[in-house]
């Protein structure tokens, strides 16, 4: 089983829905948690980190459940700058082995 | 302006010619990662360095050198490339490192760096 696992996608969606992602993760000891944003030929960066009460932000709200190991992204009224794919993130924090796993992303293209 | 420099950006190579990718980070980041980027795979990490001269293999160490003689630089080396290293290749830093309370897990990225290997 992977550390860290998503649905691929795509997921083509028409602009003004909502989506969602969801990510799971094996390791029940990891710590924190992040959603990066990729856009073709070009670097991850961070959109949020994801908090254990949940955390929005704008359009965007981060849920995260540890019983079930897993995290999720939703996108409200979603925009065409939305286009991306976005990358879960895991962070099993160990002293002295840090180390932050990457899912293999989520393509999500809106559709105008 | 805070940012990571990779260079270079593109490079076409032949199997075994050494070359070295750099990485410069101007944020005093302790930590820094090399990893590489695949379809289907993801991002896997190389190498990464908690702090200067403290280094340890990531997931796909393999065929892959790295050095951290100062906070701001971190190398990548191959010393014999071979073409199942072609791929795309980010460096990464961030405060991550010795100081638990100031750990984001947000990492700031470099451009990348497209390695083809003939």
């Known amino acids: 089983r992977k550390e860290v696992e998503q649905d691929p996608g795509p997921f083509n969606v028409p602009e003004g829905a909502t989506v969602a992602f969801n990510c799971t993760y094996s390791?029940?000891?990891?710590?924190?948690f992040f959603w990066y944003r990729q856009d073709c030929r070009k670097e991850p960066k961070l959109l949020m980190s994801?908090?254990?009460s949940g955390n929005e932000d704008g359009r965007f709200t981060a849920q995260l459940n540890r019983a079930s190991q897993y995290i999720s992204l939703l996108i409200r009224d979603s925009k065409l700058s939305d286009s991306a794919t976005y990358l879960c993130?895991?962070?099993?924090?160990?002293?002295?082995?840090?180390?932050?796993?990457f899912g293999t992303g989520t393509r999500l293209t809106i559709i105008p | 302006e805070a940012q990571v420099t990779q260079n270079p950006r593109y490079l076409i190579t032949v199997t075994g010619k050494k070359l070295t990718v750099t990485c410069s980070q101007n944020?005093?980041?302790?930590?820094m990662s090399w990893y590489r980027q695949d379809p289907g795979l993801g991002l896997r990490q190389i190498y990464y360095?908690?702090?200067?001269?403290?280094?340890d293999k990531g997931d796909v160490p393999e065929g892959y050198k790295v050095s951290r003689k100062e906070k701001r630089n971190f190398p990548l080396i191959l010393e014999s490339p071979s073409p199942n290293q072609t791929s795309l290749y980010f460096c990464?830093?961030?405060?991550?490192?010795?100081?638990?309370?100031?750990?984001?897990?947000?990492?700031?990225f470099g451009e990348g760096s497209r390695l083809t290997v003939l």
């Open positions: 390791n029940s000891a990891s710590q924190s």
């Open positions: 990464a830093s961030s405060l991550m490192g010795t100081e638990y309370k100031t750990r984001t897990g947000e990492l700031f």
């Open positions: 994801v908090y254990s």
């Open positions: 993130v895991v962070n099993m924090a160990n002293f002295g082995n840090e180390k932050l796993t």
């Open positions: 360095s908690m702090n200067v001269e403290v280094t």
């Open positions: 944020m005093n980041h302790e930590y």
